[in-house]
Nanobody
Framework: VQLQASGGGLVQAGGSLRLSCTVSGLSFSRSAMGWFRQAPGKGREFVAGISWWGKNTGYADSVKGRFTISRDNAKNTVNLRMNSLKPEDTAIYFC????????????????????WGRGTQVTVSG
């Protein structure tokens, strides 16, 4: 199983970035997907999650209204659109897959996700 995240970079506060994660080696359309992030000196935290077919999504309160998670099952890809970025969004962002869940479920707990990508750095300058 491989999860490859891309799209990170350096952006000014108020700017936007779009992260993508391409997945191979598992049944993508039957996996809940999530994005997590880890800021320097902090633990990894849930950012956003999406159910099998994208019908249901969930967000951390800190990003609600600014970030949008989506998926394309034909391309085995999950995306995270990040708008109105703030310096406190600076972190390494990880995509993760939970292939042991039901169709409408959103996974939020870190230990639900069996598979993880390596992460992509997002830096927001103030």
């Amino acid at each position: 199983v491989q999860l490859q995240a891309s799209g990170g970079g350096l952006v000014q506060a108020g700017g936007s970035l779009r992260l993508s994660c391409t997945v191979s080696g598992l049944s993508f359309s039957r996996s809940a997907m999530g994005w997590f992030r880890q800021a320097p000196g902090k633990g990894r935290e849930f950012v956003a999650g999406i159910s099998w077919w994208g019908k249901n999504t969930g967000y951390a309160d800190s990003v609600k209204g600014r970030f949008t998670i989506s998926r394309d099952n034909a391309k085995n890809t999950v995306n995270l659109r990040m708008n109105s970025l703030k310096p406190e969004d600076t972190a390494i962002y990880f995509c993760a897959a939970d292939d042991n869940t039901v169709s409408g479920a959103i996974s939020r707990a870190e230990d639900r996700f069996e598979f993880w990508g390596r992460g992509t750095q997002v830096t927001v300058s103030g």
